[in-house]
């Protein structure tokens, strides 16, 4: 158990549907990240925040969005959902924002949409 | 740049050694390493940083060339635990993204 939560474990929607997931890191860590894992496929870094900041922004899409509220938790948001969206999304958490800093996931989240 | 990892897919007997590279074109800042088995989060395994010394523990350590801007996973004796997929993420100097490679599929059988 890396101490990271994740919320929904499974979340089946419909296509345009909106949906959002939520992580709550490890005690003492002030960074979230989030991550897409399409089938069998690697890791694709979404958004890193920092205490608060976004630090961070990989290939997220605009139909995506995500926040970090002064507990810490973090909120991925997916709107006008496609079934290319269908994945694992995986939140993770540090202590730090820079370079050099071990991240531990939480066991993710699989949304499937139909 | 996603970095890239070799070999993709490995079949070792247990007791046998293995070696997965991950090579970036850019300048390397630190290089993680992680395990994940199917439908599972990724586990960490360990962090080189730039100018760091090799890391390990038990049998699995790894390297870090900053010439080559390569870093290599050596997993010694293998155990059927250490079937999984193996990710490196690597980044820059100056960044915060950690950007993954595809992955290794190793899979250890009896």
């Known amino acids: 158990d890396s101490g990271v939560t994740q919320t929904p474990k499974h979340l089946i929607t419909a296509t345009g549907q909106r949906v959002t997931l939520r992580c709550s890191p490890r005690s003492g ?68 924002a820079g370079a050099g800093n071990e991240q531990f996931f939480g066991p993710g989240t699989r949304l499937t949409v139909l | 740049q996603q970095p890239v990892q070799s070999p993709q897919a490995v079949i070792l007997r247990e007791g046998e050694d293995a070696v997965i590279n991950c090579s970036s074109s850019k300048a390397l800042y630190s290089v993680h390493w992680y395990r994940q088995k199917h439908g599972e989060a990724p586990v960490f395994l360990m962090i080189l940083l730039k100018g760091g010394e090799q890391k390990g523990h038990d049998k699995i350590s790894a390297s870090f060339n900053e010439k080559k801007q390569q870093s290599s996973l050596y997993l010694t004796a293998s155990q059927l635990s250490y079937s999984g997929t193996y990710f490196c993420g690597t980044e820059h100097t100056g960044g915060f993204k950690t950007i993954f490679g595809a992955g290794t599929r190793l899979f250890v059988k009896a």
């Open chain 1, 29 to 96: 860590d002030l960074s979230v990240y989030w991550y897409q894992q399409s089938l069998d496929q690697g890791l694709q870094f979404l958004i890193q925040y920092y205490n608060g900041e976004e630090r961070a922004k990989g290939n997220i899409l605009e139909r995506f969005s995500a926040q970090q509220f002064p507990d810490l938790h973090s909120e991925l948001n997916l709107s006008s959902l496609e079934l290319g969206d269908s994945a694992l999304y995986f939140c993770a958490s540090s202590v730090g």
